[in-house]
């Protein structure tokens, strides 16, 4: 037995080493020809940025504090309808006009309902939790937790009395303030500490039925919940969806940007696993970060799709693991010669029996969810990869003529044209990539 748990300990040892080494290792070049419901990559990707953009600003506005949030809020703490919390929300990402007025409008359809920092003992003294945390009575508590903040989708101009007709939770991913990191590291330490996995694995229903009480979801006939998140963010956005009651409201899908290796999945029942592994999981990613040699090169289920992004200038891995700056940029790419891109969604995974429905658009006055199969028809292959790209294809006539913001100019440039060099591409667009500086507080791990 002895001899056992050695070898199982040094198994996690080496996953661990493997990991801290990953964090030194050198951008990798994208594969530019990925352009199927399971993997796009490259300027294919560059046309779902106005699809990805909402969430990719909610991780990023993750690592804002709750209690900023919370001060948005009007009186009673219930949400408010003045736009302040989507303005600290894209504020997040950019401190450039022209970007932070972009990202307002893409998230302008959704409300900060209420969020979580720190360790997490029982969310709301939940009855369920409480019992369930005798699981855990023999770990340490840390000093972080699984931070999170939830939106709701409603519509544009807000008001109250609306209905929503998606939710979303958006995972926080490490800091260096904060013993997140350890959860990083939850194949050797999970033995001993109650991380962040633990912690939410006994109160994700506790937050979901929350969000079941939500006065707009009660309003909605048929909301949906998603969850989101950067790095380790992205790890427990992925475990909250499989570990979920599949007996309740249930995540059906899954937002996961740079996404940490480590999901917890070990501590779930794999009866809860099977029941939940319907939930679409779409892993986005900045070609060459850190953390992308670590997860599977090939999806390892039906329900998950890879999608790269060529957005940051080549730099060191570390540097490419940035949420702000990839949300940033999403928004960026939205624009093309000063002309806002059509709206578009990805391809239906025809072997995944999801139940997820994408919004049919970013922009109307009352969303309307639509069907994965139906989604399907709103990308059309084009013959040319890079007219493709940039939305030079099927689309609405109001969407590709809406002028981008005074200022804009050639810097948004971010398809890849075919036979352009990395070189001209680079003096071209005339950008820097955004240091860690913004993560050095919340790198996200």
């Known amino acids: 037995m002895r001899h056992v748990l050695i070898a199982a300990v040094r198994r996690r040892l080496f996953a661990v080493i493997f990991l801290a080494a990953a964090l030194n290792v050198q951008p ?22 106005r699809y990805y953009a909402p969430y990719a600003i909610q991780a990023a506005a993750a690592y804002t504090d709750v209690a900023s949030f919370d001060a948005t809020r009007g009186p009673s703490q219930q949400p408010s309808f003045d736009g302040s919390d989507v303005r600290l929300a894209a504020a997040s990402i950019s401190n450039e006009p022209e970007i932070v007025n972009a990202a307002t409008k893409y998230l302008q359809s959704w409300q900060y309902q209420f969020g979580s920092e720190g360790y997490l003992t029982c969310f709301e003294s939940d009855p369920d ?38 939710v979303s939770i958006a995972f926080r991913g490490s800091t260096l303030s904060t013993a997140d990191w350890l959860t990083n590291f939850d194949p050797v330490t999970g033995y001993v500490v109650d991380d962040h996995y633990r912690q939410l694995r006994r109160n994700i229903d506790a937050i979901i039925k929350k969000i079941t009480t939500l006065d707009c979801y009660r309003r909605a006939k048929n909301p ?8 380790l963010g992205a790890g427990l956005a992925q475990f909250s969806a499989l570990a979920n009651n599949p007996a309740r409201s249930r995540i059906v899908k899954v937002f996961a940007f740079d996404s940490s290796p480590v999901t917890g999945a070990s501590y779930i029942d794999k009866h809860v696993q099977m029941q939940n592994a319907d939930a679409e999981i779409d892993q986005v990613y900045q070609s060459g970060e850190a953390l992308q040699r670590l997860r599977p090169a090939i999806p390892s289920s039906p329900c998950v799709r890879t999608v790269v992004f060529d957005a940051l ?47 049919a658009t970013d922009q109307d006055a009352n969303p309307i969810l639509i069907s994965s199969r139906v989604a399907a ?33 050639q810097a948004l440039k971010h398809g890849r044209r075919p036979g352009v060099s990395i070189g001209k591409r680079v003096a071209k667009m005339q950008m820097v990539v955004e240091p860690v500086g913004r993560e050095a507080a919340s790198p996200g791990g």
């Open 28 to 49: 990798v070049s994208a594969q530019l020809s990925g352009d199927t419901a399971e993997y796009v990559t490259a300027n294919y990707a560059t046309r779902l940025a």
């Open 129 to 166: 939790c409480l019992k369930a945390i005798k699981k855990d009575r023999f770990t340490l508590p840390i000093s972080g937790g699984p931070t999170f903040h939830v939106w709701a989708r409603t519509r544009f101009p807000q008001r109250a009395g609306a209905a929503c007709s998606e």
């Open 224 to 231: 949906q919940i998603v969850s989101v998140g950067h790095s």
């Open 313 to 359: 200038l080549p730099a060191p891995g570390t540097t490419l693991h940035n949420m702000p700056a990839l949300a940033r940029e999403m928004v960026r790419m939205t624009y093309e010669d000063g002309v806002q891109q059509p709206y578009k969604v990805p391809r239906q995974l025809t072997k995944c029996p999801s139940q997820y429905r994408a919004p």
């Open 377 to 409: 028809a709103n990308r059309r292959p084009a013959a040319d990869g890079y007219a493709s790209a940039n939305g030079f294809e099927s689309g609405s006539p109001t969407e590709m003529s809406r002028p981008v913001p005074r200022g804009w100019s």
